[in-house]
């Protein structure tokens, strides 16, 4: 199946810090991708959706100016805690969708275990 | 909305088969899909049903029927290693993937 490549794997930062988080299709073009956040034992809540060129779209209850996003390229989408705080805590994953086809399955990263201590 | 219910947990014997039920109400379905996810790991693709029926794929085998919003995954010779959380995810006519709360199995010797 496609490749779906998420860097770093684990982070540890300190609060007020910034932490940016990549997401990369290594074999196919995406123009969706999306961020979920998943806290233990719980399942996946998707954060955002972000489209190739143009503004991301959050979902309800998720801060746009803290969970920055950018998807300057059809392989590659950005996730920026800003100013993060110990109840960012979490396991953040992200997914990316093949353009050519709406049929398949989101290919997801290997997630992202971020610590602010 | 969405909503999408699956049991918390469960517990199998090894070699045994279970199965891991999956109810859905959505407006404009889509496609459901089954993922495992072992702790602190990105989850990964085992199925996806957008018609009614079964589908089989080696030991995993799923089963949709869209006029009862109902999904099951059915896995057979259960192996140690299947112990994990097993999600459904269900994607409406916006492309949008919403996912269950996950089944954490169990599997013992």
């Known amino acids: 199946g496609a490749v779906v490549s998420q860097h770093p794997s684990r982070v540890i930062c300190k609060s007020g810090t910034s932490v940016k988080i990549e997401c990369r299709s290594l074999?196919?073009?995406?123009?969706?991708m999306f961020w979920y956040r998943q806290f233990p034992k719980q399942s996946l809540m998707l954060m955002a959706t972000s489209n190739e060129g143009s503004k991301a779209t959050y979902e309800q209850g998720v801060e746009k100016d803290k969970f920055l996003i950018n998807h300057a390229s059809l392989t590659l989408s950005t996730l920026t805690v800003t100013s993060a705080h110990p109840e960012d805590s979490s396991f953040y994953i992200c997914s990316a969708r093949d353009v050519r086809g709406e049929n398949t399955e989101a290919f997801f990263g290997q997630g992202t275990r971020l610590t602010v201590v | 909305g969405q909503n999408i219910d699956q049991p918390t947990e469960m517990t199998a014997t090894e070699g045994a088969i279970v199965q891991i039920n999956c109810t859905y109400q959505t407006s404009g379905f889509n496609g459901l899909f089954w993922y495992q996810q072992h702790a602190g790991e990105a989850p990964t693709f085992l199925s996806y049903n957008v018609l009614d029926g079964l589908e089989e794929k080696g030991r995993f085998s799923s089963f949709l029927s869209r006029s009862k919003g109902y999904s099951y995954l059915l896995l057979k010779e259960l192996q140690m290693k299947d112990s994990a959380s097993y999600l459904c995810a269900v994607r409406n006519a916006g492309n949008m993937l919403t996912f269950g709360g996950g089944t954490r199995l169990m599997v013992k010797p």
């Open positions: 074999d196919f073009q995406a123009t969706t």
